[in-house]
């Protein structure tokens, strides 16, 4: 075998990702709050781009202009009101209140003078945000060398604010609290409470009546009480963390029978060349370097528009096809959700698998069923006996649709639960039912008989 070296033209064919390409991929695939940012240090960046407010639509507005189209009698009229101004929802919100706040707010209040509020202080801040309290007295009474027991009075008081069952030290004390204060507490309910609290939890009302010599029927309802009382006291109110809302990419509105798609323009800004860089432009033609540096930002800001343009008729065509391919769901709701998969999509619509999961990936669509991420319709499942795909989500609901009507005192297992769902022509295997099951945290059949 002779090796020799020599050079050859060859005609190949080959993706090239400039930098433009990966910019307009990573835009794509941003969800709203990314892309403001992003946006956001462009426009520090780039001196030649500006917000352009003389297009700015609320998302009113935008639905007004799809009710003039169809003229539909069915479209909620106060949401399209032409002279009304739009509003942001931070304008009509203040400051959420912590845990911390509102116990603070009470010890003003209360009988505690003196050091005792210095103490009262303390143990508000060691409480957390689930309203338990995360010191002992005695460590409390060490960090003022004082004595415990002074400690102890004042979380006694600290114990009779609201919310009932705040400043407990532990799941037991938290619902003896709430008990007491309830006035429902007996030395009954609290032995169950301090001894039997887990066998409640595993539904062993058996063994706890048989332990106390009492009908099992009493068990059943001490239990049910039990259950009505907040386990986490604190936890209706914020932690002082800043609160995200979802701002959907999509709109979908019922109009004459038919679903209309619309992108939310209001939750992308508008943007634009700036007039005033236009003119310097034209102005810097002698200066060289000047005129380079205009045209790289007249360049990048014309090619940050055009990504974003795409990246918003992206999202509108993969809406458009899901809408289309779940319109059973739209219509009668969870239980008609369909196979999906992005390659179904990307075939539909003539886009690569890996644009279209970047186009839902973050994305929320607005829907006469509520919000939805794009990807909650995307699921696999199995086949009915109709040949249409039934998806995974479409099977939970139907397997929680069951579980609720069961006979509490005779609940399905999952084995019967397969054979429920065999009649519906849905074949699924008993490990799977338990896998859904348990991820829609519903207890098992001997957990969830009721006496």
């Not at 941003?30 to 998302?59: C, G, M, R, T």
């Not at 799809?66 to 009101?81: A, C, H, L, Q, T």
């Not at 008990?179 to 039997?196: M, P, Q, R, T, W």
């Not at 990246?311 to 059973?328: L, M």
Request: net charge negative; charged share 30%.
């Amino acid at each position: 075998m002779k090796l020799s070296y020599g050079l050859a033209i060859e005609q190949t064919q080959k993706l090239a990702m400039t930098p433009e390409l990966i910019q307009a991929i990573r835009i794509l695939q941003f969800n709203n709050q990314e892309l403001d940012s992003f946006i956001q240090d462009e426009l520090l960046d780039n001196p030649v781009l500006e917000f352009d407010k003389s297009k700015e639509e609320s998302l009113a507005e935008l639905q007004e202009k799809i009710r003039e189209d169809y003229e539909d009698p069915g479209f909620k009229d106060w949401m399209y009101s032409k002279d009304k101004e739009e509003y942001s929802f931070e304008q009509f919100t203040s400051k959420e209140e912590t845990l911390e706040d509102y116990l603070l707010l009470q010890l003003t209040f209360s009988s505690l003078k003196g050091a005792d509020l210095k103490y009262g202080r303390y143990i508000i801040e060691a409480i957390d945000e689930n309203g338990y309290l995360t010191l002992s007295c005695k460590q409390i009474a060490q960090a003022f060398d004082a004595d415990p027991e002074d400690i102890g009075r004042v979380l006694d008081v600290i114990q009779t604010f609201e919310p009932v069952g705040v400043g407990a030290r532990d799941l037991k004390e938290c619902l003896i609290i709430q008990l007491s204060a309830k006035g429902l507490l007996d030395d009954v309910i609290e032995y169950i409470i301090l001894n039997h609290l887990e066998d409640l939890g595993d539904n062993k009302l058996n063994k706890v009546a048989k332990k106390l010599n009492i009908p099992v029927t009493q068990v059943q309802m001490i239990c049910d009480l039990i259950r009505t009382l907040e386990p986490k006291p604190g936890r209706s109110f914020s932690n002082g963390e800043t609160v995200k809302y979802i701002i959907p990419d999509v709109i979908v509105e019922k109009v004459n029978d038919e679903y209309v798609v619309m992108n939310n323009d209001s939750s992308v800004p508008h943007l634009v060349v700036s007039p005033y860089y236009s003119s310097l432009s034209r102005e810097s033609k002698n200066d060289e370097e000047l005129s380079k540096y205009l045209t790289d930002k007249f360049n990048s800001a014309l090619w940050l528009i055009k990504s974003i343009e795409q990246r918003k008729r992206t999202i509108y065509n993969v809406a458009c096809a899901v809408v289309e391919h779940q319109k059973d769901f739209f219509d009668n709701g969870a239980k008609y959700l369909k196979t999906l998969t992005l390659k179904q999509i990307a075939d539909s619509i003539g886009m690569h698998e890996s644009t279209v999961s970047r186009a839902v990936n973050g994305k929320y669509m607005q829907t006469p069923r509520g919000v939805f991420e794009i990807k909650y319709f995307f699921s696999s499942g199995i086949s009915g006996n109709d040949g249409e795909g039934v998806s995974s989500n479409s099977i939970k609901t139907i397997i929680k649709e069951i579980i609720d009507n069961e006979d509490t005192s005779k609940p399905y297992s999952d084995q019967d639960i397969v054979g429920i769902l065999s009649e519906k022509g849905i074949e699924i295997s008993r490990r799977t039912v338990a896998k859904y099951r348990e991820g829609m945290n519903i207890l098992s059949s001997s957990k969830r008989r009721r006496y």
